[in-house]
Structures are given as C-alpha cells and as structure tokens.
C-alpha cells in the first residue's frame, strides 16, 4: 500500500473512493510503526491513505480550514472519508479499526 504525503488541504478528499488522511508528525513513533504497518497491508478495497504533518505548513494550513483539529491531542489521528464527509474517525494505529470501518461502508 503506498501512502502519499497530503499537500493540497483544499482538496475534497474520498471522491473517488475511501481516503485515509493520517494527522501525524515525523517525530511520533507510533506514526511511524502504523506507516510501516500499512506499507505492507492489502486493502480489501481499492483506498487512498495520506499522511498529514501536522507541524507542517500543510499541516498548520489543513488545521486552519478544519477547526475540529484543534482537539486532536493524540497522534496518529485517523480520518475516513467518503464522498467528502467524515465517516470516521480514531486515534491511534489500529489497522483492525481500519478495516473494520472499510467493511461497514460495503455494507
């Protein structure tokens, strides 16, 4: 599974189909065991997964347009969204809470 950086905050996200956006920093260990977590995990469905730092611009810019991030106090911080909406959302690297979010939408 490949993870892409998220840089165009503006972006409507899950259009296509489910997107992940992982709220994270570099620093973070467990960011970093859930990125090598997913790096060789097969989806059960095609998904999109972006990681997000959040001492980046992109990141100081991603949590301007979308106040709820002022409450993210532990990362990785997950999002799913589909069609534009926030259909769920956790902390922590639960590849399990992934993919049981994934079989809910099928459903």
């Not at 970093?32 to 097969?42: I, M, N, S």
Request: proline content about 7%; overall charge negative; charged content about 25%.
């Amino acid at each position: 599974m490949d993870l892409e950086v998220f840089v165009d905050v503006e972006r409507t996200l899950g259009v296509d189909r489910p997107t992940l956006l992982i709220l994270g920093r570099p620093t973070c260990d467990d960011c970093q065991a859930f990125y090598a977590r997913l790096a060789t995990w097969t989806p059960p469905r095609p998904i999109t997964v972006l990681t997000l730092n959040l001492r980046a611009p992109e990141g100081e810019a991603y949590r301007a347009l979308n106040p709820w991030t002022k409450h993210v106090d532990f990362v990785p911080f997950n999002v799913l969204y589909l069609d534009g909406e926030i259909v769920d959302e956790w902390t922590g690297g639960d590849l399990e809470r992934l993919q049981h979010a994934l079989s809910r939408l099928e459903g």
